[in-house]
C-alpha cells in the first residue's frame, strides 16, 4: 500500500520499485468495495481502486531469517507504555496483540479466509513498523500518539486522489492521504473501517482498528488465504507491486518460523509525509543502515549492501559485514537448506574457531492416546497436542523448536486466532501446542507437529466437529414479515436456531421455502421469492449455515405483485421445522373527504 523506507536496503530497491509500481498500473488488481462483509465486490478486480494506486513507497527490507534462538510463543500484550519488542517475533506487544485479535475475529466472521495473523503483521510492517514511524507510539488502547500520514496525493509524484473525506481523518480538504498503522485511504477507511477494540469507535490511528480493517480488505471478494493465488491478489490490491509482495510474504513466512528479524530499535521517517497543505511530497533523506541491537552505531556511513540491499548478514548490511556462520553467506541455510545441520560453514576453521553441532533430534512422539477428539462448532477442544522430542538414544531434546499448524476441512485455529505456532521444547524434551477453537461447520479438523528444521516424521492430531442438535428456531425481528407486493421485505430476515438449554446452535446448515399458508404446498407461480443465480425468482432455497452467534440472515426477500397470506418455512439439516407467517398487503390509502349531498327538497303538494 504505501510506505516509506526506513533502512539502507530500501533505498537500494527505490529506483526498481518506481518502475515496478508504474509498470503494474495496468496490471494492478484492487476494488473499492460496495459492503463490509466477504460477499462484497472483489478489492482485486477493479483497477480505479484507490487503495491501489501509487501513494507512497514502500519499505521493501527483507526480513533476517536466521533464528535468533528457540522459537516460543508470543509475549503477552503490553501495557502501551514501553510496548517492547517481543522476544520471539520483533513486533512491539500492543501490535502483536492486535494482529492476532484480528486474526481471531475474521476466523470468527469470515471463516473462508483463513487469514493468518502473521500476514497482517507483514502489511504493519512494510507499511508502518507496526505504527512505530519517526518515533510514534501507543497509548494503553493501542492510539498512535501522533497521526502517520502519507503524502499528499496531488498527482505529483504519487497518485491524484482528489478529497474523499474533508480532511475528517487526514486533515487535507484537497487531496487525500494514507492514515494510520496500516496506511488507510480515507475512502477505502469509509468501507472497511472496524472497530478492533470494542470501543465503539471505528480509528484508523488505533491499531486494533487497523489490523481488523486490513483484515476485512484483504478477505474481500470471499478470497481465500490458504490459495496462493487469492493471497497474490490481496496483497496487489494493497500495493501492485510484485516486490511488495515479496515483501510482505517474507515477513508473514519469518513470523511463521517464529524467527526474530532484526528491526532497527528506532524507526526512520515516513517518505514523503509532507505536512497538511503542503503542495509537494517531501524527498526523505537517505537512511541510515540498522543497528544491530548490542552493537554501538559507527561514526561514519556504512558501505551499501552487495547483496541487492536483501538485509540479509553477509553482504554488507551489518556493521563489519560478518555473518552468524562463516561461510553460508548469512542465509543460514548451509548445505542443508535451511536444517540445523552445518554445511560448509559451520565447521572448524571458520572466524568463529567453533564447531556448530548438529541439532540432536531425532524422533517426535505423540503424548497421550491417539483417539479422534471431538467438539462442536466454533467451541474449543478439551485436549491439547503434546509431543516429545527424542535424540537417536532415545534421551529427550530440550529447546527443539516444535511447529504445530491447524489445518482439515472444518476450518479451525487456536484461541488467538492464528493457525500455525512454535512451541520450544522443555527440559523433558515435550510441547504442547495451545488449545484448537473449532471452525463454523462441521467436519475434520487436523493439528500436525513438526521439528523445525529436521527431516523427522511428522506426528498428526485428528479431531471432528459436530453440530448440536437444534431445538428452536426463533425470529429475531417479526416487524420484518410484512412487505407490499412489488417490493421486498424490511432488510433482510434473521432467526436464531437453538439447542438444548438454550445454547446457540452454530454450523447449522438451513433450507427455507416459502409455502401457501398450509406450510407445504410451494406456489408454482406468485408470491414471495428469492433472486436465484441467473436472477430468476426461486421459492426454495439453501440459505447457509448459521454463524457464531447462532444466527441465519437469509438472502433479500422479494415480493412481486400478488398480494396474500404466504408461510416461510424453515427445516435443518436434522429436521428441525419451523414456520412463520408473511404478509403481502397493499399499503392502505386515505380516500379524500367527500361532500355531502344536501337532500332534494320536497314537492309541493298538489
Same mark, same amino acid.
Given at each position: 500500500m504505501k510506505i516509506l523506507p526506513t533502512r539502507a536496503a530500501s533505498v537500494s530497491r527505490q529506483g526498481l520499485c518506481t518502475a515496478l509500481l508504474v509498470a503494474s498500473l495496468t496490471a494492478a488488481v484492487g476494488v473499492s468495495p460496495a459492503h463490509n462483509t466477504a460477499d462484497s465486490d472483489d478489492p482485486a478486480k477493479d483497477p480505479k481502486n484507490p487503495q491501489g494506486l501509487p501513494h507512497g513507497t514502500p519499505n521493501l527490507t527483507l526480513p533476517d531469517l536466521r533464528p535468533k534462538g528457540p522459537g516460543g510463543l508470543p509475549g503477552?500484550?503490553?501495557?502501551?507504555?514501553?510496548?517492547?519488542?517481543? !522476544?520471539?517475533?520483533?513486533?512491539? !506487544?500492543? @501490535?502483536?496483540? @492486535?494482529?492476532? +485479535?484480528?486474526?481471531?475475529?475474521?476466523?470468527?466472521?469470515?471463516?473462508?479466509?483463513?487469514?493468518?495473523?502473521?500476514?497482517?503483521?507483514?502489511?504493519?510492517? *512494510? $507499511?508502518?513498523?507496526? &505504527?512505530?514511524y519517526q518515533g510514534t507510539r501507543m497509548t494503553s488502547?493501542?492510539?498512535?500518539?501522533?497521526?502517520?500520514?502519507? /503524502?499528499?496525493?496531488?498527482?505529483?509524484?504519487?497518485?491524484?486522489?482528489? =478529497?474523499?473525506?474533508?480532511?475528517?481523518?487526514?486533515?487535507?480538504?484537497?487531496?487525500?492521504?494514507? %492514515?494510520?498503522?496500516?496506511?488507510?485511504? /480515507?475512502?477505502?477507511?469509509?468501507l472497511y473501517g472496524a472497530d478492533g477494540n470494542g470501543d465503539g469507535k471505528k480509528d484508523p490511528n488505533n491499531?486494533?482498528? #487497523?489490523?481488523?480493517?486490513?483484515?476485512?480488505?484483504?478477505? @474481500?471478494?470471499?478470497?481465500?488465504?490458504?490459495?496462493?493465488?487469492?493471497?497474490?491478489?490481496?496483497?496487489?490490491?494493497?500495493?501492485?507491486?510484485?516486490?511488495y509482495v515479496n515483501a510482505v510474504t517474507s515477513w508473514m513466512r519469518a513470523y511463521k518460523e517464529g524467527n526474530v528479524p532484526s528491526l532497527p530499535d528506532r524507526p526512520g521517517k515516513p517518505s514523503g509525509n509532507t505536512p497538511a497543505g503542503s503542495g509537494t511530497p517531501a524527498v526523505p533523506p537517505v537512511p541510515s543502515a540498522p543497528q544491530t541491537p548490542g552493537t554501538s552505531p559507527k561514526p561514519s556511513k556504512p558501505a551499501p549492501p552487495a547483496n541487492g540491499g536483501n538485509n540479509k548478514?553477509?553482504?554488507?548490511?551489518? /556493521?563489519?559485514?560478518?555473518?552468524? +556462520?562463516?561461510?553460508?553467506?548469512g542465509t543460514h541455510k548451509p548445505g542443508g537448506g535451511g536444517t540445523d545441520k552445518p554445511g560448509g560453514g559451520g565447521k572448524p576453521g571458520g572466524d568463529t574457531g567453533k564447531p556448530v553441532p548438529p541439532a540432536p533430534a531425532s524422533r517426535l512422539e505423540r503424548i497421550g492416546d491417539d483417539r479422534a477428539w471431538e467438539t462442536y462448532a466454533g467451541e474449543t477442544f478439551k485436549e491439547q497436542a503434546r509431543v516429545l522430542v527424542k535424540d537417536k538414544?532415545? +534421551?529427550?531434546?530440550?529447546?527443539?523448536?516444535?511447529?504445530? $499448524?491447524? &489445518?482439515?476441512?472444518?476450518? &479451525?485455529?487456536? !484461541?488467538?486466532?492464528?493457525?500455525?505456532?512454535?512451541?520450544?521444547? #522443555?527440559?523433558?524434551?515435550?510441547?504442547?501446542?495451545?488449545?484448537? %477453537?473449532?471452525?463454523?461447520?462441521?467436519?475434520? %479438523?487436523?493439528?500436525?507437529?513438526?521439528?523445525?528444521?529436521?527431516?523427522?516424521?511428522? %506426528? $498428526?492430531f485428528a479431531g471432528t466437529v459436530k453440530v448440536r442438535a437444534a431445538k428452536q428456531i426463533v425470529v429475531v425481528d417479526s416487524s420484518k414479515l410484512k412487505a407490499e407486493p412489488n417490493s421486498a421485505f424490511p432488510d433482510r430476515i434473521q432467526f436464531k436456531v437453538l439447542g438444548e438449554g438454550g445454547k446457540d446452535v452454530i454450523?447449522? $446448515?438451513?433450507t427455507v421455502s416459502v409455502t401457501k399458508t398450509d406450510k407445504e404446498t410451494v406456489p408454482e407461480e406468485g408470491g414471495p421469492y428469492f433472486k436465484?443465480?441467473?436472477?430468476?425468482? *426461486?421459492?426454495?432455497?439453501? @440459505?447457509?449455515?448459521?454463524? +457464531? =452467534?447462532?444466527?441465519?440472515?437469509?438472502?433479500?426477500?422479494?415480493?412481486?405483485?400478488? #398480494?396474500?397470506?404466504?408461510?416461510?418455512?424453515?427445516?435443518?439439516?436434522?429436521?428441525?421445522?419451523?414456520?412463520?407467517?408473511?404478509?403481502?398487503?397493499?399499503?392502505?390509502?386515505?380516500?379524500?373527504?367527500?361532500?355531502?349531498?344536501?337532500?332534494?327538497?320536497?314537492?309541493?303538494?298538489?
Open positions: 503477552a500484550r503490553g501495557d502501551g507504555k514501553n510496548d517492547a519488542k517481543d !522476544a520471539t517475533t520483533g513486533i512491539p !506487544a500492543t @501490535a502483536l496483540d @492486535a494482529y492476532r +485479535k484480528a486474526a481471531q475475529r475474521a476466523a470468527a466472521d469470515l471463516p473462508g479466509c483463513h487469514m493468518p495473523w502473521e500476514l497482517i503483521a507483514g502489511i504493519g510492517n *512494510v $507499511e508502518t513498523h507496526h &505504527g512505530t488502547d493501542g492510539t498512535t500518539d501522533k497521526p502517520i500520514l502519507g /503524502p499528499q496525493l496531488n498527482g505529483n509524484g504519487f497518485a491524484l486522489i482528489k =478529497d474523499t473525506d474533508r480532511g475528517a481523518l487526514d486533515g487535507d480538504t484537497a487531496y487525500d492521504k494514507a %492514515v494510520g498503522p496500516t496506511q488507510f485511504l /480515507p475512502s477505502t477507511w469509509a491499531i486494533y482498528d #487497523a489490523a481488523l480493517g486490513t483484515a476485512k480488505y484483504l478477505c @474481500a471478494g470471499g478470497k481465500d488465504m490458504n490459495s496462493a493465488a487469492d493471497l497474490d491478489k490481496a496483497i496487489l490490491s494493497y500495493n501492485p507491486s510484485r516486490e548478514p553477509g553482504g554488507g548490511s551489518k /556493521p563489519g559485514g560478518g555473518t552468524d +556462520k562463516p561461510g553460508d553467506s538414544s532415545g +534421551k529427550p531434546v530440550a529447546d527443539a523448536r516444535v511447529r504445530f $499448524e491447524v &489445518g482439515g476441512e472444518a476450518g &479451525g485455529a487456536f !484461541a488467538d486466532g492464528s493457525t500455525t505456532i512454535t512451541v520450544p521444547t #522443555a527440559k523433558d524434551g515435550t510441547a504442547t501446542a495451545p488449545r484448537v %477453537v473449532a471452525g463454523l461447520k462441521s467436519g475434520k %479438523v487436523t493439528l500436525t507437529a513438526k521439528v523445525v528444521g529436521r527431516d523427522i516424521p511428522a %506426528v $498428526e454450523g447449522a $446448515e438451513v436465484g443465480t441467473d436472477g430468476k425468482p *426461486v421459492r426454495i432455497v439453501k @440459505a447457509g449455515t448459521t454463524d +457464531k =452467534d447462532g444466527v441465519l440472515t437469509l438472502p433479500k426477500l422479494l415480493t412481486d405483485d400478488k #398480494a396474500g397470506a404466504y408461510m416461510l418455512r424453515l427445516e435443518t439439516a436434522d429436521g428441525k421445522v419451523e414456520t412463520v407467517h408473511l404478509t403481502v398487503v397493499a399499503a392502505q390509502t386515505t380516500m379524500p373527504p367527500t361532500t355531502p349531498t344536501p337532500p332534494a327538497p320536497p314537492k309541493p303538494a298538489a
